[in-house]
């Protein structure tokens, strides 16, 4: 078997505890309930006994716990391949990767027939973003153990991320089947549910996970009930994102910020509205000022969700949209959110991708224009300047594609977010010795879904490189990405802003996972 050593390097000691969303967060996080060091006494060094009580802790949501039982197991009988994969699928859920490669993989190494190494091994790559060594792990695994539940999850996500829908159910169910009972497989089952419009069968998975998951914390349970009531609102409907009129539109935006501000239609009222085209959010979102002038009244609520900003947390509203136009397009029947703003009121919604997902859609920084286009429809041929990226969905619906930073050897996971005016890097990235130079004495202000945050540092970035284009002395801020990391699935380390994207003339192709970038600015002292 080949060495995944090189998938680790110093650098990504930072994938220790990332979490939950871009611009706003409708996933939820574990408690961990209080546990009594003495209580760790009371239990045999028996290591059978001792992986026994970890396991009931682990069910329970106490990491914490269950690691210090686990750890025990582990030094009582230090060749026991169960007990060190046990800990490192433990080390996995707490997002401590680096622990959980360096106790798995001497097992996977040591015996390559091991199923449940193999798939440990692939969890915790995949968690990292090494998606072909993780395939490679989770179909050795499923080859020598066919009902081997983990791997057949990984490919099911992994399908996810790379926009296999199908695929990805088709996988989740092998997994659901092998291990009915599993809370996170029926969690994942029930976001790809969603993501294929199967609203009704999304809402049955998240209801058998919260029977399956009976210990989860109060505030996470009324998040997931508020979802499952919205599911089956949407389940209800016929069809959702029906696009009408013309095959192809093309509009003028506005670019304040570095954001492009586009106009458009709700609900047949011939008012234009300002809305931010943001790629960095699954769903559209409207607020709670517009929504109660054009008497948009909430579906359903869901507790609390977690943001970037203020005090990090607001409420989970859902709407529902009769119809939005853009140009000569219409796309009718439109789930979005609904909630406060923290900007000066001109701007009255977000354009998420899933209401442009069923375009090929043009955002050209140059011309300041916007063209949806529909599928089918006459497509313009690329030239050699144009270069193709494959990007990658995350679990909370945003697109990620691979990025490299000068000083940094290993390719990092960046959101691309025409949504946010500058880019970003992650505190742990900022951390790192090589970012040390560009440090710069300016902070700023972030305004968040959440609130906003006052004195962010800020790093000048010497080189930003995405496919073949690169943009030099690129402003970056460093923001704690744990909540975006949460709901992501695998590891994002920054994201990739309007500074950078302004640059350019890029097309989303979303059914096949594509962003093609085209320069507009041909400044020589800024790219390459």
């Given at each position: 078997?080949?060495?995944?050593?090189?998938?680790?390097?110093?650098?990504?000691?930072?994938?220790?505890?990332?979490?939950?969303?871009?611009?706003?967060?409708?996933?939820?996080?574990?408690?961990?309930?209080?546990?009594?060091?003495?209580?760790?006494?009371?239990?045999?060094?028996?290591?059978?006994?001792?992986?026994?009580?970890?396991?009931?802790?682990?069910?329970?949501?106490d990491?914490?716990?269950?690691?210090?039982?686990?750890?025990r197991?582990?030094?009582?009988?230090?060749?026991?391949?169960?007990?060190?994969?046990?800990?490192?699928?433990?080390?996995?859920?707490?997002?401590?990767?680096?622990?959980?490669?360096e106790?798995?993989?001497?097992?996977?190494?040591?015996?390559?027939?091991?199923?449940?190494?193999?798939?440990?091994?692939?969890?915790?790559?995949?968690?990292?973003?090494?998606?072909?060594?993780?395939?490679?792990?989770?179909?050795?695994?499923?080859?020598?153990?066919?009902?081997?539940?983990?791997?057949?999850?990984?490919?099911?996500?992994?399908?996810?991320?790379?926009?296999?829908?199908?695929?990805?159910?088709?996988n989740?169910q092998?997994?659901?089947?092998?291990?009915?009972?599993?809370?996170?497989?029926l969690?994942?089952?029930?976001?790809?549910?969603?993501?294929?419009?199967?609203?009704?069968?999304?809402?049955?998975?998240?209801?058998?996970?919260?029977?399956?998951?009976?210990?989860?914390?109060?505030?996470?349970?009324?998040?997931i009930?508020?979802?499952?009531?919205?599911?089956?609102?949407?389940?209800?409907?016929?069809?959702?994102?029906?696009?009408?009129?013309?095959?192809?539109?093309?509009?003028?935006f506005?670019?304040?910020?570095?954001?492009?501000i586009?106009?458009?239609?709700?609900?047949?009222?011939?008012?234009?509205?300002?809305?931010?085209?943001?790629?960095?959010?699954?769903?559209?979102?409207?607020?709670?000022?517009?929504?109660?002038?054009?008497?948009?009244?909430?579906?359903?609520?869901?507790?609390?969700?977690?943001?970037?900003?203020?005090?990090?947390?607001?409420?989970?509203?859902?709407?529902?949209?009769r119809?939005?136009?853009?140009?000569?397009?219409?796309?009718?029947?439109?789930?979005?959110?609904?909630?406060?703003?923290?900007?000066?009121?001109?701007i009255?919604?977000?354009?998420?991708?899933?209401l442009?997902?069923?375009?090929?859609?043009?955002?050209?920084?140059?011309?300041?224009?916007?063209?949806?286009?529909?599928?089918?429809?006459?497509?313009?041929?690329?030239?050699?300047?144009?270069?193709?990226?494959?990007?990658?969905?995350?679990?909370?619906?945003?697109?990620?594609?691979?990025v490299?930073?000068?000083?940094?050897?290993e390719?990092?996971?960046?959101?691309?977010?025409t949504?946010a005016?500058?880019?970003?890097?992650?505190?742990?990235?900022?951390?790192?010795?090589?970012?040390?130079?560009?440090?710069?004495?300016?902070?700023?202000?972030?305004?968040?879904?959440?609130?906003?945050?006052?004195?962010?540092?800020?790093?000048?970035?010497?080189?930003?490189?995405?496919?073949?284009?690169?943009?030099?002395?690129?402003?970056?801020?460093?923001?704690?990405?744990?909540?975006?990391?949460?709901?992501?699935?695998?590891?994002?380390?920054?994201?990739?802003?309007?500074?950078?994207?302004?640059?350019?003339?890029?097309?989303?192709?979303?059914?096949?996972?594509?962003?093609?970038?085209?320069?507009?600015n041909?400044?020589?002292?800024?790219?390459?």
């Amino acid at each position: 078997m080949k060495s995944y050593a090189a998938a680790f390097s110093p650098l990504f000691h930072p994938f220790r505890s990332r979490r939950a969303s871009l611009f706003f967060i409708v996933t939820t996080l574990i408690a961990f309930p209080a546990f009594a060091a003495d209580d760790v006494q009371q239990v045999s060094e028996n290591p059978k006994a001792l992986i026994k009580r970890a396991e009931k802790l682990f069910r329970r949501g106490d990491l914490t716990g269950a690691e210090a039982y686990f750890k025990r197991a582990v030094d009582a009988r230090p060749n026991d391949a169960e007990a060190k994969l046990k800990l490192a699928y433990l080390y996995v859920k707490m997002r401590r990767l680096v622990e959980a490669y360096e106790l798995s993989f001497p097992v996977v190494k040591a015996d390559p027939k091991n199923a449940h190494a193999s798939a440990v091994v692939g969890a915790t790559l995949l968690s990292a973003g090494r998606f072909r060594d993780a395939r490679l792990l989770f179909v050795n695994a499923i080859r020598h153990e066919n009902d081997e539940a983990l791997a057949w999850a990984g490919l099911g996500m992994l399908e996810f991320y790379e926009n296999n829908i199908d695929e990805s159910l088709k996988n989740l169910q092998e997994a659901v089947f092998y291990e009915p009972l599993e809370p996170d497989y029926l969690f994942v089952l029930a976001q790809v549910s969603a993501r294929a419009e199967k609203y009704n069968d999304a809402a049955k998975a998240y209801e058998d996970f919260l029977r399956a998951s009976r210990n989860e914390d109060d505030e996470r349970r009324a998040r997931i009930k508020g979802l499952i009531n919205f599911l089956r609102f949407l389940g209800n409907k016929q069809s959702l994102y029906q696009t009408g009129g013309a095959d192809r539109t093309e509009v003028k935006f506005d670019l304040v910020g570095n954001r492009p501000i586009i106009k458009l239609r709700v609900n047949g009222r011939p008012e234009p509205l300002n809305f931010v085209l943001d790629t960095g959010s699954g769903i559209s979102v409207i607020s709670d000022e517009t929504a109660r002038a054009l008497k948009i009244k909430p579906i359903t609520k869901g507790g609390m969700a977690k943001g970037i900003g203020g005090d990090g947390q607001f409420e989970i509203v859902y709407g529902f949209l009769r119809d939005v136009g853009i140009g000569d397009v219409v796309v009718r029947s439109v789930p979005v959110y609904i909630r406060k703003f923290h900007s000066d009121g001109k701007i009255h919604g977000y354009i998420g991708l899933s209401l442009i997902s069923k375009f090929l859609t043009t955002v050209d920084y140059g011309a300041q224009t916007f063209t949806l286009q529909k599928r089918g429809s006459f497509v313009e041929p690329l030239n050699a300047a144009t270069l193709s990226v494959p990007l990658r969905l995350t679990s909370s619906g945003f697109l990620s594609g691979e990025v490299q930073l000068e000083g940094i050897e290993e390719p990092l996971n960046f959101i691309v977010d025409t949504g946010a005016s500058v880019s970003v890097i992650s505190s742990d990235i900022a951390t790192h010795n090589s970012m040390a130079p560009y440090a710069q004495e300016e902070r700023m202000r972030v305004i968040g879904a959440a609130g906003i945050t006052e004195d962010v540092p800020s790093f000048l970035l010497p080189k930003v490189t995405m496919g073949n284009h690169s943009r030099k002395s690129i402003t970056a801020i460093a923001l704690n990405l744990d909540l975006i990391n949460e709901a992501s699935g695998f590891e994002q380390a920054g994201i990739l802003g309007g500074n950078f994207l302004k640059n350019y003339r890029m097309t989303f192709d979303f059914q096949n996972s594509k962003l093609t970038f085209v320069s507009v600015n041909t400044d020589p002292d800024k790219q390459e």
